[in-house]
């Protein structure tokens, strides 16, 4: 049943048959084996592709640890069928599979089918439950497993139920032999059954009862309640395991060293059902162990609960000790104090604080607030307590709860301090001009602080060191003698203990009584000539009340020459300064001032003697020049303390031009101005600048319409020795300097004696000018042609009372009385003598009886001469250069006496001259020394007044004529 290939070298076998090696021939195929199984059965179906006679197959159980049951297990059969059902085999067991078949006697190859398990099935056997072991809550069972081969599948573990008895189960699984059942409850019957579960399923109960034990009593929940002397304690079981018949409770006191009441407390236990348990009788703020435990129905006791307890705090039931109360060390207003805590049973807790009370008995009695001390310390100090005062002291121990009971007073004394106040002043007076007494009431005792030793008294002026008297603890009053006169003091008292002296109390001012007044000093007069009659100004030193209020003030005057009863004029208090009027020209009078207070009049001062009245003002000093500009000039100055007051200062600005061989060199006023009094400042301007100034400023007083000048500080005769300033050529930068009327007052002597040389040239001057000569030593006629000298006049008496007046520098008031008239300053100098002629200069009259007068009624000027004698004002007519040339009358300007020449002195006032000098500056003569009598007689007829006159309108024209005369003429 074979075929050989040749070509592929192979033998190729029937369908049926297969190639078998050996012996080398194609022998029957081996069947092919399929299965299908049961719990307990194995179907094996075998197919061929022959003719199958016979079909046979075995099972034999595969030989593994896991089924070692399997082994015996083998069973083969032959049927005529291809399917062969095996059947009583194990559950869940492998099973090798053989089968062959039978075709024509010949037998096939065996052939191995698939290795094939059992179905599984529930187990076929129950575990042996061999221990049951119960608990409060659980119970643990063991139990013994089933052998493999009644598993009947793959074991997945055991199944274990279980239930108290009436009720429905409960389940688990475990896979181990062991279980503890928990969740039970306790004291209770429970049947527990253990089944093996597998693949196949759960195989029959193994079942076992068993009752639950009753634990013993967990420790309780204790609860615990503290007051002061007692603990309430309330043990409850927190655990429902255990049925409780009784709960217990019991306190034990913690020992503590120093506290021996805890040593001796003896333990406490009670027993109840509710739990609840109250101690009472303990001590406060003491520590206690309070313990709980349950009693189950079984009779057994449970384990303890315990808790740490202490009793509250309470205020302490008993004071600090060793009070000690001490002021000796520190200051008079405090006391320091020490002591002990409470005793330990008394303190009932933590003391916190200490209250010290004082309570001062004397001299007041009164609280001192409490000093409340936190903390430990026991030491403290009662501060702001009265000086030398007793107290009670006691003290008190605090816990947080509050005080406790103060201890037993100690009695102790602040020491003394200084008194605390002064005494009051209740009255005071003066005694007499040099001593007050005041008087005062007593300090008290409180205020006091001390042991009173005596009584200060203070007593000083506003400006003066205070001075003090002492008076006895006794006194409350005191006289204060030595004092001074009418003087104000402030009066104080203070008092002294033995700690020293307190402040002073309240202050009196008090002033010593008046006395008459001190003598009044520094008593001047100026004469005042702006009035109709002379008066004047009296001004003296105010005193200053240091011997009474002055109530007025007594200027008290007469004549010299005459008898004649004093004269007093008051004045208020407040003046120093007082106005005598009425006064009598040429009339001596001695004055003095008194004070006067309510005691009386003070000695008089000394007299002042008024000799010959006279309005000429003092003489200018201290002169201050200043350039603001190169064309203006400032000028200061004070007025002499001497004289009358001045009404108006005029100031001048002089200037000496070059001369040649027949001309000399002339002085002319470069500016002038007039300033009122009392301003003692002013200014000139229009100067040129680069040229040199001499300046002077005149006093001016007016009296009954005439105006009388002061001396002069720059002599026209000497301008060059003069001190001269020069203005600024082309800037405007400021320069000052100062005119010293002590160069010209050092220079007065040469002044006099070159006075006395020019009037003897004038007069050769006059003379040979009547004799036809033509030369003339002086040019004035060049002075810019406004009238700028310094004129002088004599009445018939001499010079009169005005004194010099000033030519060509109108009053105001005259201004006043020609307004339509050019009498202005500038026009004077603008327009000449022309104008200055239609000036009415009644100011310029010193009495109408005595005044010269033309016979046309108009006023006369007086011109200011170089000789400083008084020509006839009509010599102006030919001055003025309008051709008149008016004659004089011979009873009004020569000699009244029969045609002499005046022989009497004139006035002491100085005769001012502007004059220029051989030095070329501008200079001024002091003619102060009174003219003595000429002992030959002056012209009787009009022929000496035209020779006068001619003199002086030469004078004024400006003739330049060479001189000479004779010694005759000289000597006239």
């Not at 300090?443 to 506003?462: D, E, F, K, S």
Request: glycine share 8%; proline share 6%.
């Amino acid at each position: 049943g074979w075929m050989y290939s040749s070509q592929s070298s192979t033998i190729s076998c029937r369908a049926d048959k297969t190639w078998e090696p050996i012996p080398g021939h194609c022998i029957l195929a081996p069947p092919g084996i399929t299965t299908t199984s049961t719990a307990t059965s194995i179907t094996v179906s075998l197919s061929s592709a022959a003719t199958v006679s016979s079909h046979c197959a075995a099972v034999r159980g595969v030989d593994k640890s896991s089924q070692p049951w399997a082994t015996s297990m083998s069973f083969s059969m032959c049927s005529a069928t291809s399917s062969i059902t095996f059947t009583g085999l194990q559950e869940y067991t492998e099973y090798s599979i053989t089968g062959n078949v039978v075709s024509n006697m010949i037998r096939s190859t065996t052939a191995n089918g698939p290795v094939t398990t059992t179905k599984a099935t529930a187990p076929s056997a129950m575990p042996t439950i061999n221990t049951a072991t119960p608990s409060v809550l659980s119970v643990q069972l063991n139990w013994s497993p089933i052998l493999g081969v009644e598993v009947n599948g793959v074991l997945s573990g055991y199944s274990i139920t279980y239930s108290p008895s009436g009720s429905a189960g409960n389940s688990m699984t475990t896979a181990a032999t062991t279980a503890t059942v928990t969740g039970l409850t306790y004291n209770t019957m429970y049947t527990f059954n253990v089944a093996v579960v597998s693949s196949g399923g759960v195989g029959p109960n193994s079942s076992v009862s068993a009752t639950t034990a009753q634990a013993v009593p967990y420790p309780p929940i204790l609860t615990t309640t503290t007051r002061e002397t007692s603990i309430t304690v309330d043990v409850m079981s927190n655990s429902p395991y255990w049925t409780v018949s009784q709960v217990c409770a019991g306190i034990l006191a913690v020992p503590v060293p120093g506290r021996p009441w805890s040593l001796a407390f003896m333990p406490v236990e009670e027993c109840s059902s509710n739990g609840t348990q109250t101690f009472i009788g303990l001590k406060e703020f003491t520590n206690y162990t309070v313990y709980g435990y349950s009693v189950n129905t079984a009779m057994q006791s449970g384990v303890n609960a315990t808790a740490a307890v202490q009793t509250l705090q309470d205020k302490p039931s008993g004071a600090p000790q060793g009070l000690t109360a001490d002021s000796s060390d520190i200051s008079s207003t405090s006391i320091q104090v020490t002591w002990s805590p409470p005793s330990a049973i008394d303190q009932n807790g933590v003391i916190t604080a200490y209250t010290i009370h004082a309570e001062s008995t004397y001299p007041l009695s009164e609280e001192v607030p409490l000093l409340v001390l936190r903390g430990t310390s026991l030491i403290g100090t009662l501060t702001g307590l009265k000086p030398y005062s007793n107290y009670n002291i006691t003290i008190a121990a605090s816990t947080s709860i509050g005080t406790g009971p103060f201890s037993d007073p100690v009695l102790t004394q602040t020491k003394q301090a200084p008194p605390a106040t002064g005494p009051i002043i209740t009255s005071s007076r003066n005694l007499s001009s040099t001593s007050l007494t005041l008087s005062w009431a007593p300090l008290p005792q409180h205020q006091l602080n001390g042991v009173l030793a005596m009584y200060t008294i203070r007593y000083q002026t506003a400006t003066g060191t205070a001075k003090m008297i002492t008076a006895a603890a006794s006194a409350t009053s005191a006289d204060i003698p030595g004092l001074a006169i009418f003087t104000r003091y402030r009066l104080t008292v203070s008092a002294t203990n033995g700690a020293g002296r307190g402040p002073y109390g309240n202050a009196v001012m008090e002033t010593t009584d008046e006395s008459t007044p001190a003598q009044v000093t520094d008593v001047r007069g100026s004469l005042v000539a702006n009035t109709t009659s002379i008066s004047v100004v009296v001004t003296w030193s105010k005193l200053d009340n240091g011997l009474g209020i002055i109530t007025a003030y007594t200027i008290q005057y007469q004549r010299t020459d005459a008898e004649s009863s004093p004269t007093a004029v008051l004045f208020p208090n407040t003046d120093s300064t007082g106005l005598v009027t009425g006064l009598l020209p040429r009339t001596t009078y001695a004055l003095s001032v008194f004070a006067s207070t309510r005691i009386g009049a003070g000695s008089p001062s000394g007299v002042l003697q008024l000799s010959g009245v006279s309005t000429e003002p003092g003489q200018v000093k201290n002169i201050v020049v200043t350039f603001p500009s190169s064309t203006q000039a400032e000028l200061s100055w004070e007025q002499a303390e001497n004289g009358a007051m001045p009404n108006e200062y005029v100031l001048y600005a002089y200037f000496e031009a070059e001369g040649s061989r027949r001309r000399r060199a002339t002085v002319s006023i470069a500016a002038q101005t007039i300033v009122e009094a009392p301003v003692t400042t002013g200014a000139l301007t229009g100067l040129r600048p680069g040229t040199a100034y001499a300046f002077d400023v005149i006093a001016v007083t007016i009296f009954n319409g005439v105006r009388t000048l002061s001396q002069p500080n720059v002599d026209l005769k000497s301008i060059q020795r003069s001190e001269t300033y020069k203005s600024s050529p082309s800037s405007d930068d400021s320069s000052s300097a100062t005119v010293s009327t002590g160069v010209v007052a050092g220079i007065s002597v040469g002044v006099l004696i070159i006075g006395i040389a020019v009037t003897i040239l004038v007069v050769i001057i006059v003379k040979r000018r009547r004799s036809g000569l033509q030369s003339k030593v002086y040019t004035v006629t060049d002075l810019d042609r406004s009238v700028q000298q310094m004129n002088t006049f004599e009445t018939e008496g001499g010079r009169g009372d005005a004194g010099a007046s000033l030519t060509g520098v109108p009053h105001p008031e005259s201004t006043r009385q020609t307004s339509d008239k050019k009498s202005s300053h500038s026009a004077m100098h603008n327009e000449g003598y022309a104008d200055v002629q239609e000036t009415t200069f009644t100011d310029y009259i010193v009495d109408s009886a005595t005044a010269p007068s033309a016979e046309d009624g108009s006023s006369r000027r007086a011109i200011a001469h170089p000789d400083g004698d008084l020509k006839n004002p009509d010599l102006d007519a030919g001055a003025r250069g309008d051709g008149k040339g008016a004659k004089p009358s011979a009873d009004k300007s020569c000699s009244a006496k029969g045609g002499e020449r005046n022989t009497s002195a004139p006035s002491s006032g100085p005769t001012h001259v502007a004059m220029p000098t051989s030095d070329g500056k501008l200079g001024t003569e002091h003619e102060s020394a009174k003219a003595k009598p000429d002992t030959k007689a002056a012209p009787s007829t009009v022929e000496g007044c035209d020779a006068e006159a001619q003199f002086r309108e030469d004078i004024m024209s400006g003739n330049e004529e060479d001189d000479s005369s004779s010694g005759d003429e000289l000597q006239k």
